[in-house]
């Protein structure tokens, strides 16, 4: 399990959003960061694509590495069998990595992993886990997860590329989800990711998650700090 003050320090923020820096301008990104950072955005989020578990690739460890952010480093890791690869993430500082569930034949050996592995930005606490589901997988699959994560995340596109819809049955996957977690008296946070607009992000902020990871809606060219302000407003982040 996470060292809880990691997770404490997350808990804190919630709910908020967590910005993809692959929408940014890559050649800009040491702005980029600092705009983030001007909004009160308290984390930046990785999409990692191997090109074998989705259609695309995209970064890896180096350029996490290379972020320098005051910013929790919120790594999504869509590749194909992760066990043998997330320490080199770790080891990038990334303070919360998400994997899939459909992503390894023994997946609780990537969670076990993880969980014995120090935090690089702070060698005292640990690296808080989360897994994600593609929108066809069976919520059921996490019961035997449950103790092995801090974080849930429910993909509200199947991954690959941005610009998609928002698939309208992810809501009641969430209520789902939140009534399974309930039932079985946990408490990891509640993530959604993928087809998040600043148009339907208030119908996401009414379905109670805690974390919400977008990208193109804040880093659209125009004003980012005023996106990031205004989709963490309409959480209830921050006052308006």
Request: negative net charge; aromatic residues 4%; contains cysteine.
């Amino acid at each position: 399990m996470a060292d809880g003050r990691g997770l404490d320090k997350l808990r804190a923020m919630m709910p908020t959003i967590s910005v993809g820096i692959n929408a940014a301008d890559m050649m800009r990104l040491g702005t980029e960061l600092s705009l983030l950072e001007q909004a009160e955005v308290g984390l930046v989020h990785f999409d990692v694509m191997d090109a074998c578990f989705t259609p695309m690739m995209t970064v890896g460890p180096p350029f996490i590495k290379a972020l320098k952010t005051p910013l929790l480093k919120d790594v999504h890791l869509m590749i194909e069998e992760p066990l043998e690869k997330v320490e080199a993430y770790v080891d990038a500082g990334a303070d919360l990595i998400t994997v899939h569930a459909e992503s390894s034949t023994h997946i609780h050996r990537v969670f076990q992993k993880l969980g014995e592995m120090k935090n690089a930005n702070d060698a005292s606490r640990g690296v808080m886990r989360g897994v994600a589901l593609n929108p066809g997988t069976p919520l059921a699959v996490l019961d035997p997860l449950l103790d092995e994560v801090e974080l849930i995340m429910l993909l509200g596109i199947n991954p690959g590329w941005g610009g998609q819809s928002f698939i309208a049955s992810t809501f009641s996957r969430i209520a789902e989800l939140k009534k399974m977690i309930a039932a079985q008296g946990r408490e990891p946070l509640v993530c959604v990711d993928g087809g998040i607009t600043r148009e339907n992000i208030g119908d996401i902020a009414g379905a109670g998650v805690d974390l919400v990871v977008t990208g193109s809606a804040v880093f659209d060219g125009k004003d980012s700090v005023g996106n990031a302000r205004s989709m963490l407003e309409t959480l209830g982040a921050v006052d308006a």
